[in-house]
């Protein structure tokens, strides 16, 4: 009887979490929008891309993985018939690529209309990249940073814009203190990271005021994704709790699609949503001076140089 209780209660807390999840109604196509999405061959970034593959964008899905990236290009073109998708390699863990992508976009790009930093990880060893910075860092913000600033001048020519990044409601226990140490654990590491999200787009937004590019961040909620399959702790939980406590990947990608598409975020920029509405983040977002620090510190980090700096910045305020 007892297990039938549970079942019952669990089944209950899945309905009540599905009325409650925030859905991104907007009908607007995309037409002749083009459109980035990293970490798009799975999770929360597939479901993002595809919806907005299916509304008529121009679509370039940035991973990793050559063979996941061309898989999910060839299953978002057969469900939405939409040809005008592809594939560029992307790997965060080298800034090296991340140059590298942005030159070939530039190469075959005159603008986008539309950036979403969706690629994410919890690295639960504390190992460096090439470039010796802390791996889950370097996916999570320093890689999306570095790939964001650099493409400014291609998101002025389509101005108005947007960029959009992923963050997380662990922002809210994140610090930028010794970011680049391997004094934490990596849930405090991942934490850290989704703060440094919310910290980057609202300087970004202050930078780029009156350039017509909109920066706005956002909490998926919880979404049953690979990115809990490398956390041994929660995968132990992963067969009884997911389904009745975490969202589906669509149910995640909601409010990414709602900051691309949606009419209400014209002008909206330095925002922080939740279930496709304005939220209030952690009163830690709003330390101005944190964000500034942070930077400098980034900028040092990802090796921008003044040349990288003024070309973005002069030309998007020019």
């Known amino acids: 009887m007892w297990l039938l209780w549970i079942i019952f209660i669990l089944f209950a807390i899945k309905i009540f979490n599905k009325l409650s999840t925030g859905r991104c109604y907007d009908d607007n196509v995309m037409s002749g929008k083009v459109v980035v999405v990293t970490g798009a061959s799975g999770g929360i970034g597939f479901e993002t891309a595809l919806e907005l593959a299916r509304r008529g964008a121009k679509l370039t899905i940035a991973c990793r993985n050559h063979?996941?990236?061309?898989k999910a290009v060839r299953r978002m073109v057969k469900i939405t018939k939409n040809q005008k998708i592809r594939f560029i390699h992307l790997d965060l863990t080298s800034l090296a690529s991340v140059r590298k992508f942005v030159e070939e976009l530039k190469a075959t790009e005159v603008k986008v209309d539309v950036l979403i930093n969706n690629?994410?990880?919890?690295?639960?060893?504390?190992?460096?990249?090439?470039?010796?910075?802390?791996?889950?860092?370097?996916?999570?913000?320093l890689g999306p940073f570095l790939l964001t600033v650099l493409m400014i001048p291609l998101l002025r020519k389509a101005a108005p814009s947007r960029v959009v990044v992923v963050s997380s409601s662990w922002h809210k226990f994140g610090t930028i203190k010794d970011l680049n140490s391997k004094k934490y654990g990596?849930?405090?590491s991942y934490a850290n990271t989704k703060l440094c999200n919310i910290f980057f787009s609202k300087e970004l937004a202050r930078r780029l005021e009156d350039t017509g590019i909109s920066v706005n961040t956002l909490?998926?909620?919880?979404?049953?994704?690979?990115?809990?399959?490398?956390?041994?702790?929660?995968?132990?939980?992963?067969?009884?709790?997911?389904?009745?406590?975490?969202?589906?990947?669509?149910?995640?990608?909601?409010?990414?699609?709602?900051?691309?598409?949606?009419?209400?975020?014209?002008?909206?920029?330095?925002?922080?949503?939740?279930?496709?509405?304005?939220?209030?983040?952690?009163?830690?977002?709003?330390?101005?001076?944190s964000a500034v620090k942070l930077w400098l510190i980034s900028q040092e980090?990802?090796?921008?140089?003044?040349?990288?700096?003024?070309?973005?910045?002069?030309e998007a305020n020019s």
Do not use: H, W
Not at 233 to 249: G, H, I, M, Q, W
Not at 307 to 314: D, L, Q, R, Y
């Open 67 to 70: 063979e996941k990236g061309e």
């Open 119 to 141: 690629a994410g990880a919890i690295c639960t060893t504390r190992e460096r990249t090439e470039d010796g910075l802390l791996k889950d860092l370097q996916i999570n913000y």
């Open 186 to 188: 990596y849930i405090q």
């Open 219 to 289: 909490n998926p909620g919880l979404v049953n994704t690979s990115l809990y399959r490398s956390s041994n702790v929660l995968e132990k939980l992963r067969s009884l709790l997911l389904y009745a406590f975490f969202k589906t990947p669509k149910e995640g990608a909601q409010t990414s699609v709602y900051l691309a598409v949606s009419y209400d975020c014209d002008q909206v920029t330095g925002e922080y949503f939740e279930e496709c509405r304005r939220s209030k983040a952690s009163y830690k977002a709003d330390d101005k001076e």
């Open 301 to 314: 980090l990802v090796k921008l140089t003044p040349e990288e700096m003024n070309k973005c910045f002069s």
